[in-house]
């Protein structure tokens, strides 16, 4: 099987030196390691390009991205134009590069079957790199990151896993470590599957990370994915949500044109239950985190604006006064491209930030960039929900965090995180019967939500180990009194 994950093994055991080359019809992409780290890459794609990205993370300002043509000079990098002109400083110019070199890298992992070429030899004598990526985190983010492919199932089935090394098992996730505790070295890939009852696309991705982390051996017959019909054939899952992308798009392209009722699809004298629901059909509907992670940004903006616009239309709508008064100027084209690119684009830079600085654990920081994304745009669930995530991590802001993850939830009442989020604070907080109530909320929402499922179980848990201990700590008098009155019937 030709993909990036068996590549960066390779090249992460044998702790290699040298170029990994890409290239699929125009795309080309080269990776530079030294000592089985990432220390340079170079793409071809606009999306990936260092001017492009500094500007996605809020580097560089519009006007400066806008010229970012005046700084391509022969024999050096536009990074370190911008570093020597003063218009960035070298450490914003080391994070960026790390950003970029990730994507370039990242953004291979869906890609199966396309041409891969390794060359050993250092191109780069007696230079010193600023970054250095470690192969195994790309491969961990990587293939986490990455849609489930037939080819996965076709490379690991029927072949049965051995615990090799566990070096880097302590970094997996917990829905990860249950399959690596279900192989015992003599069940087939295929019957750890139907043994543990494992969701067949998080199982098959799990196996697959494993293997390229070097966790475990796999004995059998490899089998070729070119093998695997289903691997070239685009399943009927995978066409309807590139239909919805496709109409996400065209939806993006007429906003202008559109007013709120026609954005919602009712008519002008259409009752507040009739705009609730259309907004609720759409909203579902084109909700951006229904589309793949790994879409390019500009085909990523286009879905925020028609979500960001489809919930600009329901806010205002659904108040008696804001729908009077929008009615009054209907006349005048609405500007809703407009209004979200001014306001939205800079918030959408400041959640990125935050949420880059919350996954490097760095709270604290995250939590200004946060708060000013939701100070721009007001309508986004998911700027609210991350914000929420961020305060609970900060005890004093705890109390701010419950706000936040109610207003998560009442943008979203269908995301199950938020309620999830809010369970999970109120059990930090020991208060189990609010922990209960949003927690179950959760479930009703998505009944295979795991994080609600195992703070649930854990308060239930810890309820019997609480319960166990005070019928320890009585003496028979009570007990006795206590059976009477009932408190410890069998359910």
């Excluded at 218009?87 to 079957?113: C, M, P």
């Excluded at 629901?277 to 579902?284: H, I, M, T």
């Excluded at 709508?317 to 009054?328: G, I, V």
Aim: with cysteine; proline share 4%.
């Amino acid at each position: 099987m030709e993909h990036i994950g068996l590549y960066l093994k390779d090249i992460y055991l044998g702790q290699k030196v040298g170029q990994l080359y890409f290239q699929q019809v125009n795309t080309r992409k080269h990776l530079y390691f030294q000592n089985g780290n990432l220390v340079y890459a170079r793409t071809n794609q606009p999306s990936e390009l260092i001017g492009e990205v500094l500007f996605r993370m809020g580097k560089i300002s519009g006007d400066l991205y806008g010229r970012i043509d005046e700084f391509i000079m022969p024999k050096r990098t536009i990074g370190e134009v911008l570093v020597s002109g003063g218009h960035l400083t070298q450490e914003s110019l080391v994070e960026g590069l790390k950003y970029q070199f990730r994507e370039v890298t990242l953004n291979l992992f869906s890609v199966f079957g396309a041409s891969f070429k390794f060359r050993e030899g250092s191109l780069f004598d007696g230079e010193t790199f600023d970054v250095k990526i470690p192969t195994p985190t790309l491969i961990e983010e990587g293939i986490r990151r990455m849609k489930y492919d037939p080819n996965l199932k076709a490379f690991l089935e029927s072949r049965t896993p051995v615990l090799h090394d566990k070096a880097l098992s302590l970094q997996l996730t917990e829905d990860e470590k249950e399959v690596y505790a279900a192989i015992n070295g003599e069940r087939t890939s295929d019957g750890i599957l139907e043994y543990g009852g494992f969701n067949r696309d998080n199982f098959w991705k799990s196996l697959y990370l494993f293997h390229c982390l070097n966790l475990i051996e796999l004995k059998g017959e490899v089998r070729s994915w070119t093998q695997a019909p289903a691997a070239q054939e685009e399943d009927p899952k995978a066409q309807k949500n590139n239909a919805l992308l496709q109409e996400a798009l065209a939806m993006s392209d007429r906003l202008p044109d559109l007013d709120y009722y026609q954005i919602l699809e009712v008519e002008p004298d259409a009752a507040s239950a009739v705009i609730k629901k259309g907004y609720f059909q759409l909203a579902r509907k084109y909700h951006p985190d229904l589309f793949d992670r790994g879409l390019r940004p500009e085909v990523k903006e286009k879905i925020d604006e028609v979500f960001d616009a489809i919930t600009k239309a329901y806010h205002t709508l659904s108040d008696e006064q804001t729908r009077k008064a929008y009615d009054e100027q209907k006349s005048k084209p609405a500007p809703i491209a407009r209004d979200v690119k001014d306001a939205g684009k800079r918030a959408e830079i400041k959640f990125r930030q935050g949420k880059t600085l919350f996954d490097q654990t760095r709270f604290d920081e995250a939590l200004v960039f946060l708060q000013e994304a939701v100070r721009l745009d007001s309508d986004k669930s998911r700027y609210y929900l991350l914000l929420a995530m961020t305060q609970a991590k900060l005890p004093h802001y705890r109390r701010k965090a419950v706000d936040n993850f109610k207003k998560a939830i009442d943008l979203e009442r269908w995301n199950p995180d938020a309620y999830a989020g809010l369970g999970a604070l109120y059990r930090k907080e020991e208060m189990p019967v609010m922990a209960r109530k949003y927690l179950q909320k959760a479930l009703q929402v998505d009944p295979d939500n795991r994080a609600a499922k195992k703070e649930l179980a854990e308060i239930e848990g810890g309820d019997e180990k609480k319960g166990f201990k005070r019928l320890l700590s009585m003496d028979a008098k009570d007990l006795k009194n206590l059976l009477k009155k009932g408190s410890f019937k069998k359910k």
